[in-house]
Each structure stands twice: as structure tokens, then as C-alpha cells.
Nanobody, 117 residues
């Protein structure tokens, strides 16, 4: 099935780390640009990071130096390593894929990240 399945969210203390995962079908994953958005309650959706099929990455200024996006082509999975987490990082995180194979955009179901002491 052409879908994205996320995992890895949870509750973490400020300064802690989490790694989010997003698994896709091989057909969707191949040659796709993958990325993450987040949305906090009462706020607009915010782009977080993307990675191209060639491995080029970009991160929002708000997470640069703390978050890192990566992809494992063998596992058809994209990751978001989040370090030095802050309370303002609390949000629902969504992965997406812009597939060249199908010409469609796909979204994960969202995973909650809560940073609180």
C-alpha cells in the first residue's frame, strides 16, 4: 500500500532526544523527496526539514543544529533525529513524501512529541 507510517514520538524532558521514523512503500520512497512538518495546538503548520533522493538536506532555522533528517534507502525509511529538545518543539509531527514514481504527495498519520519536565 502507498502510505507512510510514523513512529517514535513520546514525552521527553527538555534537553532530551527523540528519533522519529517514517516508513514508506518502496514504490513511494524511490526517488522521492521526503520531509517533516509539525503543528502545535493553535498554531500554523511549520515545515521542519526535507531530504532529496540524492541526499541533499535542509532544515528550518528553528531546528538547525539540533535536528537532523536522514534516509535509509534499503529500509525505505526517513528519520528525524531530534536533540536538545525544547518545550516549544512540542507538536504533532507529520512526515511527507513527494513521489516522482507516482506523481503524488503522501502524508503520515502524525506522531505526538511532548517536551516537558
Amino acid at each position: 500500500q502507498d502510505q507512510l507510517v510514523e513512529s517514535g514520538g513520546g514525552l521527553v524532558q527538555p534537553g532530551g532526544s527523540l528519533r522519529l521514523s517514517c516508513a514508506a512503500s518502496a514504490r513511494v520512497f524511490a526517488f522521492a523527496t521526503l520531509g517533516w512538518y509539525r503543528q502545535a495546538p493553535g498554531k500554523e503548520r511549520e515545515w521542519v526539514a526535507f531530504i532529496t533522493s540524492g541526499g541533499t538536506t535542509n532544515h528550518a532555522d528553528s531546528v538547525k543544529g539540533r535536528f537532523a533528517i536522514s534516509r535509509d534507502n534499503a529500509r525505505s525509511t526517513v528519520y528525524l533525529q531530534m536533540n536538545s529538545l525544547k518545550p516549544e518543539d512540542t507538536a504533532t509531527y507529520y512526515c511527507y513524501a513527494n513521489s516522482l514514481t507516482t506523481g503524488k504527495q503522501y502524508w503520515g498519520q502524525g506522531t505526538q512529541v511532548t517536551v516537558s519536565s
